[in-house]
């Protein structure tokens, strides 16, 4: 069993302009590295340091030069994870393009991994676009964790200092780390002892 600190991804789901997402990601970065009992190693992956291209190369060729730049930047960061909180706010009834694209640019990164969610909404709170990555996630082999956080109309739930009003969202975020970290730990142990084949 590794005593090593676990890497966790806050990948930041939505790269629109004005957006709410850095408050919604800040804060959860602060919880995470808040948990002294967790050993979390936090990194915040914002997609929008990274746009990506949303054409594909065809099969066997290799992306353009820029995009390979491009990803080099972000994914031997989701390779280092041994865990990932993904912030999502809800479009459309379902989760970002941006966060998508993102996710179908990698494969083995995601593999054998947990994901916990952070989002973010009107009056579903971004549940929906949870639900439906969460099917995304297991065509990747990702392990979701079954304890969210949800803001339900988040635009009055965080004060000034980008805390969560309601300290139920603290609760809910410890819950949903608590079980990253199991998820983590043991999935980790798992690999060292047995390499998960794809
Ligand atoms: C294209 C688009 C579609 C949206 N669709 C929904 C929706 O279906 N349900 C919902 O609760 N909120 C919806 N919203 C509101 C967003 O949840 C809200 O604007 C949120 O702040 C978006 O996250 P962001 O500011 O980090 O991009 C939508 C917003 C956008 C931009």
Avoid: C
């Avoid at 995470?32 to 936090?42: F, N, P, Y």
């Avoid at 992306?63 to 041994?82: F, G, H, K, Q």
Wanted: proline content about 7%; charged content about 20%.
């Amino acid at each position: 069993m590794s005593s090593a600190p676990l890497r966790l991804a806050v990948l930041v789901g939505s790269t629109r302009e004005g957006r709410f997402a850095p408050t919604v990601a800040g804060w959860i970065r602060d919880r995470a590295a808040a948990r002294d009992d967790l050993g979390l190693d936090v990194d915040v992956v914002d997609l929008v340091e990274t746009p990506l291209p949303t054409v594909f190369p065809a099969f066997g060729q290799p992306p353009a030069a820029d995009t390979v730049a491009l990803l080099a930047e972000v994914s031997p960061r989701l390779a280092a994870a041994d865990a990932f909180v993904v912030v999502t706010p809800e479009y459309n009834h379902s989760f970002p393009a941006a966060l998508k694209n993102a996710i179908d640019w990698h494969g083995p990164e995601w593999h054998a991994k947990p994901v916990g969610f952070v989002s973010y909404g009107g009056l579903s709170g971004g549940l929906r676009a949870v639900e439906q990555l969460r099917v995304v996630l297991a065509e990747l082999h990702a392990v979701t964790v079954r304890d969210t956080v949800s803001f339900h109309g988040h635009w009055d739930k965080f004060d000034a200092d980008g805390d969560a009003i309601d300290p139920a969202a603290n609760a809910a975020a410890d819950a949903m780390l608590d079980r990253l970290a199991w998820w983590a730990h043991a999935l980790r142990d798992a690999k060292a002892a047995r390499p998960y084949a794809a």
